[in-house]
């Protein structure tokens, strides 16, 4: 089965409370791709880090940290310090190298930033 | 055109009649996808054009389901006898050699109510 699944529906947190979003994938494919996008209020996804399997470097991108690990099959993103801004449905997406051209979405996790 | 643009942004139809979704890709965006998002759920993948190569249509929920792309050009998704369950938001990406781990840009959807 080629699956992906964002456990937490949603999140809230305080303002500068570091928060991580989970996201665990199931897949026969040994070479696929994974990705995080944004979706804020507006509506429109934003992306935000691709990953091949065969790297399983971890990824800091400012407040933005990614955590992959393949023993576990999961893909974990953190924000540092989060703001207001950060607010917006997350979700976690596999292009399988088997799998045609689709990829698999997560359900999407819901962040609530308050201040 | 900076990103890829969809039209109409909103679309309110009766149950039966038949509508039709636009979607311009980013210029020089080889590839384009379609995905349905259903309130509150993730991306569904529907259909992926690549260039002249035969679309893989494996994602098409129904034969009222069809779309159609001219070259590297505009697509439209064309949703005939439509059914309250077709009500959702219509989101198109496109990236710029349809490879598998390419990452996708997407347009801001157009939603679909059908009374």
């Known amino acids: 089965a080629q699956k992906v699944t964002q456990a937490q529906t949603e999140i809230s947190v305080v303002e500068k409370e570091d928060v991580t979003l989970d996201c665990v994938y199931e897949?026969?494919?040994?070479?696929?791709?994974l990705f995080w996008y944004k979706q804020p209020p507006s509506g429109e996804l934003v992306f935000l880090i691709r990953?091949?399997?065969?790297?399983?470097q971890n990824e800091i991108s400012g407040r933005y940290s990614w955590n992959f690990q393949k023993s576990t099959s999961s893909f974990n993103f953190t924000i540092t310090a989060s703001q207001v801004v950060d607010s917006a449905v997350y979700f976690c997406?596999?292009?399988?190298?088997?799998?045609?051209?689709?990829?698999?979405f997560g359900a999407g996790t819901r962040l609530f930033v308050k201040a | 055109g900076a990103g890829v643009s969809q039209s109409p942004s909103n679309k309110v139809t009766e149950k039966g009649k038949d509508v039709e979704l636009r979607c311009d890709p980013i210029?020089?965006?080889?590839?384009l996808y379609w995905y349905r998002q259903r309130l509150g759920q993730g991306l569904e993948f529907l259909i992926y054009?690549?260039?002249?190569?035969?679309?893989?249509k494996s994602g098409l929920p129904s034969d009222r389901f069809s779309a159609e792309r001219t070259g590297e050009s505009v697509s439209t998704l064309t949703i005939q006898r439509t059914q309250q369950e077709d009500s959702a938001v219509y989101l198109c990406?496109?990236?710029?050699?349809?490879?598998?781990?390419?990452?996708?840009?997407f347009g801001p959807g157009t939603r679909l109510t059908v009374l």
């Open positions: 990406a496109s990236s710029i050699h349809g490879e598998r781990g390419d990452t996708q840009y």
């Open positions: 897949t026969r494919d040994t070479t696929y791709y």
């Open positions: 990953r091949n399997s065969f790297d399983e």
């Open positions: 997406a596999l292009t399988p190298l088997g799998g045609g051209f689709k990829t698999i």
């Open positions: 210029s020089g965006h080889t590839a």
């Open positions: 054009f690549q260039g002249n190569s035969a679309p893989d």
